[in-house]
């Protein structure tokens, strides 16, 4: 028995090289992009950000006139959506108010304009 297995080495060895080629996904060959391994709920959010997209509303939303002709939009995907406005920049009171489909409201204390939009997740 050992000397069959020692057979079978001698003739892996004979063979050819002792390594073997490691296929890799990543472009050029080096260490895979955060992209090209992500996958999931991960991908799902890379892949749209790479568009300036946001499917999750994580980012911290655009700065806007805050008007009522250009509100501050707040994707909801219902029809009533709570917001919390933090009128000055140093305050630390965050004042609670309830946005409601289809009209533009404001802050009852600073008055900025929100307006609530349908907002669709992608999966």
């Given at each position: 028995m050992a000397s069959r297995l020692l057979r079978g080495v001698?003739?892996?060895?004979?063979?050819?090289?002792a390594w073997v080629a490691v296929c890799s996904m990543a472009?050029?060959?080096?260490?895979?992009?955060?992209e090209e391994q992500a996958?999931?709920?991960?991908?799902?959010?890379?892949?749209p950000s790479r568009h300036d997209?946001?499917?999750y509303n994580m980012l911290a939303?655009?700065?806007?006139?805050?008007?009522k002709e250009e509100p501050n939009l707040v994707p909801s995907t219902t029809d009533k959506q709570?917001?919390?406005?933090?009128?000055?920049?140093d305050n630390s009171a965050v004042i609670w108010?309830?946005?409601?489909?289809g009209e533009t409201q404001h802050c009852p204390n600073c008055g900025t304009c929100y307006k609530l939009v349908p907002h669709q997740f992608s999966h």
């Open positions: 001698q003739a892996l060895r004979a063979s050819g090289p472009t050029g060959g080096g260490i895979p992009s955060d996958t999931g709920l991960e991908r799902e959010i890379m892949m997209l946001d499917p939303p655009k700065a806007v006139p805050e008007t709570i917001v919390g406005s933090i009128c000055e920049e108010f309830w946005l409601h489909k």
